[in-house]
Each structure stands twice: as structure tokens, then as C-alpha cells.
């Protein structure tokens, strides 16, 4: 057989997107779209062929999260992941993003003990996640993380906070459940999200918050891009666990998620829905989504 006719065994990449080209997504190119009012669209991946299905489908960040832990490596929290799994699903994304010319902007999970015990420790940690592909960098929780995202960001490492359920957490929060529910919680979760805008952070991920408090906090960030899970339509943008939004899920799926398989008979498909029902703002639903 000749090297042209050859087919690559284990699978092949996408060749070409069916949607028309599009610049490579940038931080003025998220902030561009925020600025006309068009939603930010981000889902989970963790390795080259979903990173390139997931970018052809027109998706414009992927966020290597640390949901790879219980996603991937059958863990029962995030808490186990190691700085080295997440360098390595990340040099997995980026391989398949570079095999198919990608696009999409990449986001590292920095792993819970990466980042916790000084500025420098996460600085350590981030410039291994930006080696292994990443363009950005994401830390949970807020107060304390204010003084670690103006540190790296200072140093040239665009950051991505998380705020409301922060599963590397959860043994603190006492469980997967809504935060910032009560009127001095929500309090404190504004105070953490401007602070964390003026650390210089540009994306935060707001987790598991009622619907018109995500809304007040993206009101109030006019530099920082707030991407909801599970916290309404209010945000600048969404993101989903890419096993969730697909149906994969060993148990029952949270709320806040639509299997987009639904109706759809292959996975390119079901990204290319989440995609348009995320701009034309048909996903989230209010009234099944959020709280
Ligand atoms: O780790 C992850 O995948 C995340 C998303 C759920 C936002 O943090």
C-alpha cells in the first residue's frame, strides 16, 4: 500500500473544520466577543482526538480540568490529581490541536497542592502547564488566591479563577452543593471576584452559584470573563464536562447539564449543538439549569 492510500491505525484526526476558519482564539478575541455580546464557549478535554473534534466543532477554549481525575482516572473527588497527569492530558490536547492546525485556547487545571503553599510554588506549577501547551492557567477559591493570580500574572501567565463550587474543596464545603446562596455568602463571593479582576485575572469560573448572583458578578467584571456551570444564562460564557454534555456519565448527570447526544449521531454533532445552544442562548435553560 502507498503512503498515501495508508490509513493511520487507532483513529484519525479531523482533516478539515466544516466551519469557515477562524482566528486563532486569543485573549482580545474572547474579549472581542464578550464586547459584541456573543457567549464564550468552553468544554472540558483531556485528550488530542476530543481536542480536535471539540475544536473543529467551533468550541473556543478546552479547559484540561482536573475533572480528568474522576472523569478519566476513577477517582472519587479532584483532589488526587497529580501536577504531572495534568501536564501530561495537556500535552495530549495540544498534540491533537497542533495535528489539525487547532485553533481553540487551552486552559490548564492547576491540581489541588500545586499552587497552595506560596506564589512561587504556583509559579513553579504554572510554567509546567504552559511548557506542556497551555495558554492560560486556572487555580480555584478566592481571598488568599487574589495575591497568587496578580504573581503570575505580573510574570506573563494569563490566569483563569474559579469560584462558588470549588471541588478541590468539597471536603470543606461539605459536599456538591450551590454556594453563595445566603446573602453574606454572596456577599463574599462578589468581594472575591473583584478582587480576583484586579489580580489581573481575565476568565473565572463560576461553579454552582443561583443564577442572578453569576449575573451580578459578570455585571460587575467588565475585564474578567465569568463562564458559568451550573450558575444560569447570566455568564459571559459556559463550559461543560465534555463526558457529561455527551452522556457519558457512570451515575446520575448533575441538573445543570443537557446531554447533547440527544438527537445527534456523533460527538463532532453534539459539540457543534452545545456550540450554536450556547451563542443563540438556548443553553442553560433557566428553569432546568439553574438554581
Ligand atoms: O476540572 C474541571 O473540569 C472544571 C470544570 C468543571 C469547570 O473545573
Known amino acids: 500500500m502507498s503512503e498515501a492510500t495508508a490509513s493511520t491505525p487507532y483513529g484519525t484526526l479531523p482533516t478539515a473544520s466544516p466551519l469557515p476558519p477562524r482566528k486563532p482564539v486569543s485573549l482580545p478575541r474572547l474579549h472581542e466577543l464578550r464586547q459584541r455580546g456573543e457567549k464564550i464557549t468552553m468544554l472540558t478535554a483531556y485528550d488530542a482526538t476530543f481536542a480536535a473534534v471539540a475544536d473543529s466543532a467551533g468550541v ?7 475533572s480528568l481525575g474522576m472523569v478519566c482516572q476513577g477517582l472519587s473527588s479532584t483532589v ?4 504531572e497527569t495534568m501536564c501530561y492530558h495537556t500535552q495530549s490536547v495540544t498534540r491533537g490541536l497542533r495535528r489539525v492546525q487547532g485553533t481553540a485556547w487551552v486552559i490548564g ?7 497552595q503553599e506560596s506564589r512561587e510554588q504556583a509559579m513553579r506549577s504554572a510554567i509546567a502547564l504552559m511548557h506542556a501547551g497551555a495558554h492560560m492557567v486556572k487555580l480555584e477559591g478566592g481571598g488568599w488566591t487574589a495575591e497568587v493570580v496578580r504573581f503570575l500574572v505580573e510574570r506573563g501567565i494569563p490566569v483563569c479563577a474559579h469560584l462558588g463550587l470549588t471541588p478541590q474543596t468539597v471536603h470543606a464545603l461539605g459536599g456538591y452543593r ?7 455568602d454572596a456577599q463574599r463571593l462578589q468581594a472575591h471576584a473583584l478582587e480576583l479582576q484586579d489580580a489581573g485575572a481575565s476568565m473565572l469560573v463560576l461553579e454552582m452559584v443561583p443564577a442572578s448572583l453569576a449575573s451580578a458578578i459578570t455585571a460587575q467584571l467588565p475585564h474578567c470573563h465569568s463562564i458559568g456551570i451550573g450558575s444560569g444564562a447570566g455568564t459571559a460564557g459556559q463550559v461543560l464536562v465534555m463526558h457529561d454534555m455527551l452522556g457519558v456519565n457512570l451515575g446520575k448527570a448533575p441538573k445543570f447539564v443537557r446531554n447533547f447526544m440527544d438527537g445527534h449521531s456523533s460527538v463532532a454533532a453534539a459539540m457543534a449543538a452545545y456550540v450554536r445552544a450556547v451563542k443563540d442562548g438556548s443553553f442553560p435553560d433557566p428553569a432546568l439549569h439553574a438554581w
Open 60 to 66: 473556543e477554549c478546552l479547559l484540561v480540568g482536573d
Open 80 to 83: 488526587g490529581v497529580s501536577l
Open 109 to 115: 487545571d492547576l491540581p489541588f497542592g500545586s499552587y
Open 178 to 184: 450551590v454556594q453563595g446562596r445566603s446573602e453574606a
